[in-house]
């Protein structure tokens, strides 16, 4: 499914970059990541705990960011597995400076497998579509703590 | 299709199920009528630890008239609701909504108090506790609070109640003499969750005017929506044809719809606006007293 | 092609044609039938499976330590197993793919079982499914139909190198000359979905097996025992007698779902071969709606070369089937069961077909009530009322002009179908009766003046029953046929034996799935033997060692009502011939002086000169030496019927694929809300002729069964994957199953007309009304919306898509 969207911060372009690519703050950010190690530059591994309400899932994984322009766009890869099933989504993300705001915008592809996409077609897109603002909430609020 | 291994407790009063809750966090489940919750299980979506049957708290599964408030414990059966004197003479929308919900098994079992707390975005129950803009009264080891649905519901099947707490009751504002209401919802099959539905209460006034209009869209967003710009258009005129046209249209466009493999986000939009007429002209012959 | 059809002389009935109360019901009703879960061995483990979130994926690697180290945990197979114990199985294709019970290399669709878990209990199996680590690559997927037959699709089997499993053309009668002649050529596409029965009972399957013997038991309820016992034995590379299926005595629905390929009696009985336990498996309400089986979906294109007046002169289609991931046996019969009778009820004697059956990434199949039919007649019905549209002809009327004549029975087809016999105006009249046609049309009309949509549709079709399996070898051109070995036949065992004390039982094969049988059984024997039908028993579940069955033997295609019925009349006659020369060597008399009234024996004008029946059976048993000299002792006659209008294609192509046809006149009347596109059927008439009728109560049941059943293809049931492969309808909660409330009044009609080459006359009509439904709702609802431009020509029919094709037609004005 597709997901995009816009946030709106209150800081500079250059400042917002490094705040995307701080591997501390996309932990604390990413909806149900409880471990990000780095492998590589760029390249993590994760176990994330994602779900909604009682709804749970534990799935293990990648996340990789790529093509890098800073401070201007990259893409988002992620793909993690687990019982019930499999998540796989990649994104880009462009940062455009708008007065005393930077506007990041995101347009990307989810695609869910298993067990969620078989028995809960109804609501994942929209659910998707909430933890993508959530990743940014958490990001806003990432922002703030350090101003 | 078996659950994953739990512990299981039974409570018998709230202090008791606020204990095991503080006990065990976010390892436990509340189970009432677990119409909801059991499929859950059985898919393994969800793998709650531990569950904490509250089937036997009595002191929840009430309903009675307290002023101009109806008040419903938690643990009431959607069935009895349903068939309650008091409800239906009452706060009939709230009747005509839930004898939508399922079957009559599933209404046998499933509670008021569950449906709330599983905050379904295609749900009747929240749905109509939006339109009636019902309290939700809510226990935790720090005391009690209770909550308008705008702060109670969240997002899809998130809401407000923190991991401790227990929605205990819901206040309902009883509906005056011939206040207009309507309940009317697009489903595939008869009992399943609706494509679109809508909650229209009218509040009237001498003459035949609207003093005040509540109009509730679901299944179009992440939780029920009040449709404020709609309503606007009917407070204080007398509802005419034409009204309920344009207060369907500006419905349609505060409907935050998704696609799905059952109805598009279009589709949806567009019934919205048509349910909402369908829903108001029912409630303007209710509110004439047809 | 026989010169003659056997016939048989059809006499009046005591019992069969009442509506007699079933047997079965007092035990099922009281929860004491016996299904599969019911059945519990000494110490039995049970299974869990693991299965592939992927639609078509690399298996890279496959971890199973941690779940072997889980406590109750017996064993564990992957892939790596199964293709060490066993063969793929075979299929009738010229390049069949390796279609093993579990995924080996790749898997090829959602739900494909990758891995099983032995275990104490179901939940600690699927405890341990959660610990099994798989390591997918994943392949770019093929969802459609016709785009996975482009060059660029992604390849599902490299051995294959393609995604065309079988690729046929044939040429029937004259079409160059058809459409000379034609005045008109009218075209269309359709869709026809993929759905399934999902019958309440899932699978289930008890196997052990025993390593000094080396041979298997295996409990399931399977349909059969069919052509699977046979493929299934050489998929684990043992001798047939090495493997002993027993089926119990009730099982909870088949609908075809439980005739197709079951790779999980191989897939279980290995993991007890592997385990050295008896392992037991109940499939869940998931895992049948991810990966048990549905019917093809169907791409089709048909034009017909028509004359002015109306007159179909031939007919021209490409029809695609898609049997998912694989292709299993009895596919390719998706695009040839229906040979005989292609050109349905219409006397259309030039045809050309190409048929096409192709894989995508989905789940496979199986013949799902109807096989074959429904995806035929929703292509065919529809295209008669373009036809009809293009004419300005009525629909009605233009189906009148077509059929076959009464005066024209047996009929055989341009495609080598026997018509045994039918009366299609007479069928077709009683429906339009029933919902007062003259008067819809005029309501018609005067709605669309106040701008509400109704409409009114039909459907006529040949139903087709009893499989002669030659038809499975059409996948093979005539050259190739000829190298082969030739395939034919429908036949069916009986068993008939009365006891030392006079008492009589029946042993079939048919294991039913709830239509009845046992009860129409009785009905018969009473009737051929003089007795009370609560005097006759039954045993009609398989056991592969104890009962005698054949490649055809099972419930599929109706053919309970054809070929069962004359078998069993058979098998009771003969025992009744013996048991008279019994009677007429103790009385002195003639064998044609004999009659049998209600247990007694007598001659006919002297009733005093009589013998009870029990005393014949006597001494059958207890007085051997008393019996005519050569006669064998006992009361114990077996037939083993196969009907003779099923034999081998001939050269042209041209197979009687069935051997009864019945036929069915569909007309409902529908109303479409404009604004939300939801449908309201308020007329539904459904007239049958099934022939002689066994029993009316059961039929009644099984025509507004087939009615629910093509009502949820029509608007409800569609087994869907999205983009990706995902099967997204895997619960009940979107595979949308109709229920009780969805299913309206139906006025149901019921014509006669005998086969002349059955015992009873009798016709099949399990499957019915599933051909002929989906193709008049299409119709139906196409007439409803006929002025607002929008044609219909795919299904399910949701008020969404409705919606969607109302605003498209409203776009392009």
Request: glycine share 8%; proline share 6%; aromatic share 8%.
């Amino acid at each position: 499914m597709n997901i995009e969207g816009k946030h709106k911060f209150l800081a500079s372009q250059e400042q917002i970059w490094d705040l995307f690519m701080d591997q501390k703050n996309l932990e604390k950010a990413i909806p149900g990541c409880e471990k990000m190690e780095e492998r590589e530059p760029g390249k993590y591994d994760v176990l994330l705990k994602i779900g909604i309400a009682a709804i749970k899932g534990t799935y293990t994984g990648k996340i990789e960011v790529v093509d890098p322009e800073p401070p201007n766009r990259y893409r988002l890869l992620g793909e993690g597995s687990g019982s019930p099933g499999f998540v796989k989504g990649e994104a880009t993300i462009e940062f455009s400076q708008e007065g005393q705001h930077t506007i990041v915008s995101y347009q990307g592809d989810m695609q869910v497998g298993g067990l969620i996409a078989g028995i809960g077609q109804r609501m994942i897109g929209g659910i998707a579509k909430m933890m993508a603002g959530q990743f940014f909430k958490k990001m806003a609020k990432e922002l703030k703590s350090q101003q | 299709m078996k659950p994953s291994a739990f512990e299981y407790f039974t409570a018998s009063t709230v202090a008791e199920a606020i204990k095991l809750l503080e006990r065990y966090e976010d390892e436990a489940k509340i189970i009432a009528g677990g119409q909801s919750l059991v499929p859950m299980m059985n898919f393994r979506v969800a793998q709650p630890e531990v569950l904490i049957d509250i089937n036997g708290i009595k002191e929840l599964d009430y309903i009675r008239q307290e002023d101009d408030e109806i008040v419903i414990g938690a643990l009431t059966r959607e069935r009895d609701l349903e068939l309650s004197p008091l409800v239906q003479e009452k706060c009939p929308i709230l009747a005509e909504a839930i004898s939508l919900i399922g079957h009559a098994s599933i209404r046998t079992r499933g509670t008021i108090g569950g449906s709330l707390v599983h905050a379904d975005p295609a749900a009747e129950i929240p749905l109509t506790i939006y339109g009636l803009d019902a309290k939700m009264r809510v226990v935790g080891p720090s005391g009690e609070r209770t909550l308008e649905p705008e702060e109670f519901f969240l997002s899809y099947l998130t809401t407000s109640l923190e991991p401790l707490e227990i929605l205990v009751e819901v206040r309902i504002p009883v509906l005056p003499q011939k206040t207009g209401w309507s309940f009317v919802e697009l489903t595939r099959r008869r009992g399943d969750f609706y494509i679109v539905a809508v909650a229209s209460i009218l509040f009237m006034e001498k003459g035949g005017v609207c003093k005040e209009a509540r109009i509730c869209l679901g299944g179009v967003g992440p939780t029920s929506i009040r449709a404020e710009e709609a309503e606007k258009i009917l407070a204080g005129q007398v509802i005419t044809d034409e009204l309920i046209e344009k207060a369907g249209q500006k419905a349609a466009e505060a409907a935050d719809p998704e696609s799905d493999y059952h109805a598009s986000a279009e589709y949806r939009r567009d019934m919205t606006r048509v349910f909402v007429k369908r829903g108001l002209a029912e409630a303007r012959n209710r509110a004439k007293g047809g | 092609m026989p010169e003659q059809l056997k016939t048989f002389e059809h006499k009046k009935r005591n019992w069969v044609g009442k509506p007699l109360k079933r047997k079965e019901d007092l035990r099922l009703l009281t929860g004491r039938g016996t299904f599969m879960d019911d059945i519990r061995l000494p110490d039995m483990k049970h299974a869990a499976i693991l299965r592939s979130p992927y639609p078509h994926a690399w298996i890279k690697g496959i971890n199973v330590s941690e779940a072997l180290n889980f406590p109750g945990v017996r064993g564990i197979l992957t892939g790596e197993d199964i293709a060490k114990m066993s063969n793929p199985f075979p299929v009738g294709v010229q390049v069949p793919p390796k279609y093993y019970c579990c995924a080996i290399d790749k898997v090829r669709f959602v739900g494909e079982p990758v891995a099983v878990v032995v275990a104490d209990d179901r939940y600690v199996a699927e405890d341990a499914l959660d610990l099994i680590t798989v390591d997918y690559e994943p392949l770019p997927v093929v969802m459609d139909i016709e785009e996975a037959m482009s060059p660029e699709a992604p390849v599902l089997h490299d051995n294959i190198g393609s995604n065309i499993y079988s690729h046929r053309f044939f040429q029937y009668g004259d079409m160059d000359k058809a459409y000379k002649e034609a005045d008109l050529v009218v075209k269309g596409k359709f869709h026809f979905p993929k759905y399934g029965s999902t019958p309440i009972e899932t699978y289930g399957v008890i196997a052990s097996y025993n390593p000094f013997s080396e041979d298997f038991v295996i409990y399931n309820n399977y349909q059969g025992p069919f052509v699977n016992h046979s493929l299934v034995a050489i998929a684990l590379g043992i001798p047939e007698n090495k493997m002993r299926w027993i089926v119990p005595t009730d099982i909870g629905g088949g609908f075809g779902t439980k005739t197709g390929l079951y790779p999980y009696i191989a897939l279980i009985a290995l993991a007890a071969k592997k385990t050295g336990m008896t392992v037991k498996w109940i499939e869940d309400r998931r895992e049948h709606l991810l990966a048990s089986a549905t019917g093809t979906d169907r791409v089709t294109y048909m034009e017909a070369a028509v004359k002015k007046d109306g007159t179909i002169l031939g007919l021209k289609d490409k029809a695609i089937d898609n049997t998912g991931g694989y292709i299993r046996a009895p596919e390719p019969g998706c695009a040839y069961r229906s040979t005989g009778n292609h050109t349905g009820a219409y006397q259309i004697r030039n045809l050309d077909r190409e048929v096409l059956v192709v894989g995508t990434n989905k789940c496979l199949t199986a013949p799902n009530r109807g096989y074959t039919c429904q995806e035929l007649y929703f292509s065919l019905e529809r295209l008669i009322d373009l036809v009809a549209s293009e004419l300005g002809m009525d629909t009605a009327e233009i189906r009148f002009k077509n059929f076959i004549q009464p005066d024209q029975f047996p009929y055989t087809t341009a495609t080598g179908g026997i018509y045994d016999a039918g009366d299609y105006q007479k069928v077709f009249q009683m429906a339009l009766d029933k919902i007062d046609y003259k008067k819809m049309r005029e309501e018609q009309w005067k709605a669309r003046e106040e701008g509400r949509l109704i409409g009114i549709g039909f459907s006529t079709v040949v139903d087709p029953s009893v499989t002669n399996i030659a038809y499975v070898t059409l996948a093979l051109p005539p050259e190739e046929r000829a190298k082969g070995h030739p395939k034919s036949g429908s036949g069916e065992a009986v068993i008939i034996k009365m006891d030392p004390l006079g008492t009589v039982h029946v042993i079939a094969c048919t294991n039913p799935q709830g239509q009845g049988h046992d009860t129409v059984i009785s009905q018969i024997v009473a009737d051929e033997l003089g007795v009370h039908p609560d005097d006759v028993t039954v045993s009609n579940a398989v056991d592969t060692h104890d009962r005698v069955f054949s490649i055809t033997t099972g419930s599929y295609s109706s053919r309970f009502s054809s070929v069962v019925t004359t078998a069993v009349v058979t098998a009771a006659r003969r025992l009744k011939e013996k048991m008279l020369k019994i009677a007429a060597h103790l009385l002195g008399a003639n064998v044609d002086e004999l009659e049998i009234q209600e247990g007694k024996i007598y001659v006919k004008g002297s009733p005093d000169k009589s013998m009870q029946m029990r005393h014949v059976a006597g001494t059958a048993h207890w007085n051997q030496s008393a019996l005519p000299e050569g006669m064998d002792a006992g009361l114990y006659e077996t037939c083993l019927y196969t009907m003779p209008t099923s034999q081998p294609p001939d050269d042209l192509d041209r197979v009687n694929s069935s051997n009864t046809y019945g036929f069915i006149a569909e007309a409902i009347v529908v109303e479409v809300d404009p604004e939300t596109g939801e449908v309201k059927i308020l007329k539904w008439a459904s007239v049958h002729d099934a022939g002689t009728i066994l029993n009316p109560m059961l039929l009644e049941g099984q025509i507004l069964g087939s009615c629910a059943h093509g009502l949820g293809g029509s608007l409800y049931e569609e087994w869907a994957y999205d983009e990706n492969g995902q099967c997204i309808t895997a619960s009940f909660q979107d595979y949308l199953v109709p229920t009780a409330m969805e299913v309206p009044k139906i006025d149901i009609g019921h014509v006669e007309i005998p086969s002349p080459i059955t015992a009873l006359g009798s016709k099949g009509a399990g499957e019915s009304s599933c051909m002929s439904v989906p193709a008049c709702i299409g119709n139906a609802i196409a007439d409803a919306l006929a002025p607002l431009g929008v044609t219909i020509s795919e299904l399910p029919l949701s008020p969404n898509k409705i919606w969607h094709l109302i605003q498209k037609a409203k776009n392009h004005t």
